[in-house]
């Protein structure tokens, strides 16, 4: 009989999509995106004009990694309409990642 070796692995980054309500549906737009480095959050965002190209979760989710982690060589301000968003992101990513104690907000 094979013996079963449980690892306990630690979660380094989670994501949640942006959603905007448009003609009776849910439309994905952007994406939220937290990482744990050390004992910080680094917080990162994406966000598309869906009346200008559409949303692909992939690329969302690498946009909103590299500016969590500083990578983007542009500097964008985050949207108003994501504020506060962010910001009830920011203290779910607290809740999840226990060990952290500083939490990074994008500007």
């Given amino acids: 009989m094979s013996e079963v070796i449980k690892e306990k692995t630690h979660q380094t980054e989670i994501f949640e999509y942006i959603k905007r309500r448009k003609g009776g549906m849910n439309h994905k737009i952007g994406v939220k995106y937290a990482t744990v480095q050390g ?3 680094k917080i990162g965002w994406s966000k ?43 203290a779910r ?15």
């Fill in 93 to 107: 990513a607290l809740r999840y990642f226990k060990n952290a104690t500083k939490l990074e907000l994008p500007v």
């Fill in 39 to 41: 004992d910080a959050i």
């Fill in 48 to 90: 598309c004009n869906i009346s200008l190209d559409p949303f692909i979760p992939a690329d969302g989710i690498s946009m909103a990694k590299a500016r969590a982690l500083g990578e983007l060589c542009v500097h964008t301000p985050t949207p108003e309409c994501i504020k506060e968003d962010l910001r009830r992101f920011g």
